[in-house]
């Protein structure tokens, strides 16, 4: 069982930055392909952005030069890096995994609320 914890939310003013920051529970050497969902209010689940295993990388159109996602696999960690915030990007942000051989996201976090003020 894969265990994912999010951390790295918060509150800040359009234009601004945050971090968030996943761990893995086991090695993630396990799960080939790790990715960041949000949830807008009111709205459906998306796929912000993945990140495979060799650290090949894809974006939601809407988040294309503002956002990367990386990995540090020593320390079990994911990341998304959100610059040039909008409003519109406000969202419960949820990690996700696909652990090998599942190709489905069979793992996620709780969520982390990051509101973005206009």
């Known amino acids: 069982q894969v265990q994912l914890v999010e951390s790295g939310g918060g509150l800040v003013q359009t234009g601004g930055s945050l971090r968030l920051s996943c761990v893995v529970s086991?090695?993630?050497?396990?799960?080939?392909?790790m990715g960041w969902y949000r949830q807008p209010p009111g709205k459906q689940r998306e796929l912000v952005a993945s990140i495979s295993g060799g650290g090949s990388t894809n974006y939601a159109d809407s988040v294309k030069g503002r956002f990367t996602i990386s990995r540090d696999n020593a320390k079990s960690t994911v990341y998304l890096q959100m610059n040039s915030l909008k409003p519109e990007d406000t969202a419960v942000y949820y990690c996700?995994?696909?652990?090998?051989?599942?190709?489905?996201?069979?793992?996620w976090g709780q969520g982390t609320q990051v509101t973005v003020s206009s």
């Open positions: 086991r090695s993630i050497f396990s799960a080939n392909v």
């Open positions: 996700a995994a696909k652990v090998f051989p599942s190709t489905s996201w069979g793992s």
